[in-house]
């Protein structure tokens, strides 16, 4: 019969395999750093030249204009940032030649994996603004289609199709997977949230602690990302396992999934809404 690894085992798997990718990730981190600074300082010479030498020979309204342009590429130079460290914490799990690679593929490709992730996981998301949060039903088949632009190059629809593929006769594994997903996430948020909340001028530590959780949120970000590269490479295992051992490894499991299911699913939500009762205590502070 089909042997899987356990949550618990899932989790300790991807703190180690977090621990063993933290410098490559760091280096890569550091090397888009580079690249964004590097374009910034290319735009802050532009923005210098328009300003000191040429103000004096454009006019006022053209002026305005060109710093609106520049304004918007610096902007773009934040969003391309954001997306290329998307990228690098969906694509570590995978093998790279360096870790400049790494970079430069994230800067090229960070866009792209963005707006697939946005077309083809917004259902995901959508849905936790409701008080039933279904993006839990919905992540059992969408769950890898943001991921699936690096891992097999596909986009959008096609994204989607292969991931409703790879997840087919083993939902319920896929949802307890995703729940404990979303689990980790939330709880980090949580904490995060309460650091704001902590009366900094009584609790001196407070901004200290604030900054220790930031940087353990990129760290965890970095467990989650190992924890849906096993997920994948579990889903594809049953996915090309037969009918008959695929039917007994749900036999073997079918009083023990939903259990843990429902408790994953639970405490995700109650982290959820703590995290929205935090959001709102801290628009009224």
């Given at each position: 019969m089909l042997q899987i690894d356990s949550y618990t085992d899932l989790i300790k798997k991807s703190f180690r395999l977090a621990n063993k990718k933290l410098g490559f990730f760091l280096r890569t981190f550091f090397f888009i750093l580079i690249i964004a600074i590097a374009y910034s300082l290319i735009l802050a010479a532009i923005f210098a030249i328009l300003l000191f030498w040429l103000g004096k020979f454009i006019p006022v309204g053209l002026q305005n204009i060109l710093y609106l342009i520049i304004f918007a590429l610096f902007l773009y130079v934040l969003l391309k940032l954001n997306a290329a460290i998307a990228y690098l914490y969906g694509a570590i799990g995978m093998e790279h030649a360096?870790?400049?690679?790494?970079?430069?593929?994230?800067?090229?490709?960070?866009?792209?994996?963005?707006?697939?992730?946005?077309?083809?996981?917004?259902?995901?998301?959508?849905?936790?603004?409701?008080?039933?949060?279904?993006?839990?039903?919905?992540?059992?088949?969408?769950?890898?289609?943001?991921?699936?632009?690096?891992?097999?190059?596909?986009?959008n629809k096609e994204a989607r199709e292969r991931s409703v593929e790879i997840t087919k006769g083993f939902g319920k594994l896929i949802l307890q997977r995703t729940a404990g997903y979303l689990l980790i996430g939330y709880f980090v948020l949580l904490f995060l949230l309460i650091t704001l909340l902590i009366p900094w001028k009584i609790f001196w530590f407070g901004p200290w602690l604030f900054i220790a959780v930031i940087i353990f949120s990129f760290y965890i970000s970095l467990v989650q990302s190992q924890f849906i590269r096993l997920i994948y490479l579990e889903a594809l295992q049953?996915?090309?396992?037969?009918?008959?051992?695929?039917?007994?490894?749900?036999?073997?499991?079918?009083?023990?999934?939903?259990?843990?299911?429902?408790?994953?699913?639970?405490?995700?939500?109650?982290?959820?809404?703590?995290?929205?009762?935090?959001?709102?205590?801290?628009?009224?502070?």
């Open positions: 360096s870790s400049r690679t790494l970079a430069l593929d994230a800067w090229s490709g960070g866009f792209s994996f963005f707006i697939n992730s946005f077309s083809a996981g917004v259902l995901l998301f959508a849905g936790q603004s409701l008080a039933i949060c279904p993006c839990f039903l919905l992540q059992t088949n969408f769950a890898f289609s943001p991921y699936l632009y690096m891992y097999e190059n596909l986009r049953l996915h090309d396992s037969g009918e008959e051992e695929l039917k007994e490894l749900n036999n073997a499991n079918k009083n023990k999934w939903p259990v843990v299911t429902i408790l994953l699913i639970l405490l995700a939500v109650i982290l959820y809404y703590g995290v929205k009762f935090s959001l709102i205590l801290l628009s009224r502070r």
